[in-house]
Structure formats: C-alpha cells, structure tokens
C-alpha cells in the first residue's frame, strides 16, 4: 500500500459524458502527478501541481482539467468524452517536485461506452 | 514520434541470472531518467533514477547506465529473482518539464 488513494476503482459511462477521478496523495506529500495508462499510447504523463500551483504539464488534452486543493487532494476532471479516453487513470504523489520517490495509487480503471 | 524507446517488448532471463533492460531516447535535451517497475493491478513503483551528469547509478541489485552520446541507457538487475517478473518503463524529463514513457519492456523471470 503507497498511502496514495484513489476513487473510484472502477468508471463506466457514456461518450459525450463528464466524469471526475480523485486522488488522495500520502500524508505529507506537496506534490500529486496524474497519468493516463492506455493501450495504444502506454504510461503518459498528465499534468504535476505542488502545493496547489500547476507544476509542470504533460500530453493532457484540452477537455480535460484538473486541480489540487487546499487539502492537497487532487480532482481530474475529463469531459466530452469519447471512447479513446477509456484508460487506466494514475494518480502519484511526492514530498517535493522532484521526480524521484513518486508513490503510485492504485489508479482508475475508466471505460468509456 | 516516440522520443523514448524501449524496442524490446519482452524480455526473460533465469533466476540468478543478470537482466538487461534497455531504453533509447532522442531528445537531447532531457537530463533526467528515471526506471519505474509495474506489477499487473498496481501503479508503478520509482526503481532508480539517474542524472544527465553522470553515467551510473546503483542501488542494491539495480543499476542504471547511461551512455549520453548514444542516448541510451540500460537497468541491470543482478542476479534477478522470481519478484523482478514485472514491466518496467524507461521516463526522461527535461529541465523536471514532464516525463516522457517508453512503451515498457514485460521482465519474465524463469526459474
């Protein structure tokens, strides 16, 4: 267990739908990273922010957003969504903003109809 | 265009033996890279990283090489073990701007 939490396991909508991913990093940690696992494209980051300020930012579409809140949990939100984006969702977390030492959540299976 | 590849889908190796894990990459401008591990139903777990400035990292039975005027880089795992049977991805950052995957590389570890 990394200590990273995420909800829901499992997501299965429609295309055109919205869905929102949550992430919980470890207790501690300032930095929360998202990633998309597909089958055809592999492990791609998403976007990184640390301490509530976008850190850095990846292949992360224009339809999809997201945001770390005071708390330091993160949301992804994805919408208009079509059947490529059914993916593995990671969510990974640090104490900082270096790369190193990144702790993986368990992710979100999402399938797109 | 893929700027990290790893070409070897697959790879297996008997136990005790060494694992070769290779990775190329084009950009020249990346001056991170980091191993990452994949058990099936899990996130990855952080392996071992290594900085453009120097050409060996090693921790315990893992170590990464890098050879910059080739763009590559290799894991070695020595002497590999039943739980070492994973995917591992290759990642490269530039200037800590993102991390760019290979396509990962399915270690089968035969006993």
């Known amino acids: 267990d990394s200590g990273v939490t995420q909800t829901p396991k499992h997501l299965i909508t429609a295309t055109g739908q919205r869905v929102t991913l949550r992430c919980s990093p470890r207790?501690?940690?300032?930095?929360v990273y998202w990633y998309q696992q597909s089958l055809d494209q592999g492990l791609q980051f998403l976007i990184q922010y640390y301490n509530g300020e976008e850190r850095a930012k990846g292949n992360i579409l224009e339809r999809f957003s997201a945001q770390q809140f005071p708390d330091l949990h993160s949301e992804l939100n994805l919408s208009s969504l079509e059947l490529g984006d059914s993916a593995l969702y990671f969510c990974?977390?640090?104490?900082?903003?270096?790369?190193?030492?990144?702790?993986f959540g368990p992710g979100t299976r999402l399938t797109v109809t | 265009d893929q700027q990290v590849k790893q070409n070897s889908p697959s790879l297996s190796v008997q136990e005790g033996r060494i694992s070769i894990l290779n990775c190329d990459y084009t950009n020249s401008m990346f001056d991170y890279f980091l191993w990452y591990k994949k058990y099936p139903a899990e996130g990855p777990t952080f392996l071992i990283s290594i900085s453009s400035i120097k050409d060996k990292n090693e921790d315990g039975r893992f170590t990464v090489f890098l050879n910059k005027s080739a763009k590559h880089l290799s894991l070695h795992i020595v002497p590999s073990q039943p739980g070492d049977s994973a995917v591992y991805f290759c990642?490269?950052?530039?200037?800590?701007?993102?991390?760019?995957f290979g396509k990962g590389t399915h270690l089968i570890i035969q006993p």
């Open positions: 990642a490269a950052s530039a200037n800590a701007d993102g991390l760019t």
């Open positions: 990974a977390s640090s104490m900082d903003r270096a790369w190193d030492e990144q702790y």
């Open positions: 207790s501690g940690d300032l930095s």
